[in-house]
């Protein structure tokens, strides 16, 4: 029963460096999203993949890129880290229309 | 106007008090809407969904008012480990756009011994 899985969990990056978020899900859902949660601040989307093969932008895609790799998989890449992108970054599923996403239990990424 | 709007708190209650809080949304074609709880540094766990006749789920009730736009999370008999930021999500469904699925910035419970 993993649900949704993503590594790593935590991550400390000096500003330039580039990394890769990976998130996996086991449920077979079809729509898959990755969010920023800053202190004080509710979540914000950043991309999202509504099903396999498709990809698209969410409020604050600035600086990421995303590959939805098959169903299972949606990772989040960071080209040249900057220090406003420290945050926790929550990937999510859910199955389709009208259902509740699902998160895992986020990385916690520190850019200095 | 935000689209979803949530009271931050902080809630402050004794063990056993019953709380309320509310969440308004803007946009009229939401269609679904859930209520998730967020612990100190952990995902968001979904707690209900909210149905139109609304529903309740042991101490926790759910009801929607699609006239004044608004739902709202009522819990009983509060406990300790209600303590949490509680997040509303609305959905407006069509248009196959996931970008509205919108969260509330969340409501702090803290349930006091």
């Known amino acids: 029963n993993a649900g949704v899985t993503q590594t790593p969990k935590f991550q400390v990056l000096k500003t330039g460096q580039s990394m890769t978020l990976q998130c996996a899900q086991d449920?077979?859902?079809?729509?898959m999203y990755w969010y920023r949660q800053d202190p004080g601040m509710g979540l914000r989307l950043i991309y999202y993949?509504?099903?396999?093969?498709?990809?698209d932008k969410g409020e604050v895609p600035n600086g990421y890129n995303v590959s939805r790799l098959n169903k299972r998989e949606f990772s989040l890449r960071l080209e040249s880290a900057a220090p406003s992108q420290t945050s926790v970054y929550f990937c999510?599923?859910?199955?389709?229309?009208?259902?509740?996403?699902?998160f895992g239990d986020g990385t916690r990424l520190s850019i200095l | 106007r935000k689209e979803v709007e949530q009271d931050p708190g902080p809630f402050n209650v004794p063990e056993g008090a019953t709380v309320a809080f509310n969440c308004t949304y803007s946009?009229?074609?939401?269609?679904?809407f859930f209520w998730y709880r967020q612990d100190c540094r952990k995902e968001p766990k979904l707690l209900m969904s909210?149905?139109?006749s609304g529903n309740e789920d042991g101490r926790f009730t759910a009801q929607l008012n699609r006239a004044s736009q608004y739902i709202s999370l009522l819990i009983r008999d509060s406990k300790l480990s209600d303590s949490a930021t509680y997040l509303c999500?609305?959905?407006?469904?069509?248009?196959?756009?996931?970008?509205?699925?919108?969260f509330g910035s969340g409501t702090q419970l803290t349930v006091l011994p």
């Open positions: 946009n009229s074609a939401s269609q679904s």
């Open positions: 999500v609305v959905n407006q469904e069509g248009g196959g756009s996931a970008r509205q699925l919108t």
């Open positions: 999510a599923s859910r199955e389709g229309t009208g259902r509740a996403q699902h």
């Open positions: 449920m077979n859902h079809n729509s």
């Open positions: 993949s509504a099903s396999e093969g498709t990809t």
């Open positions: 909210v149905y139109s």
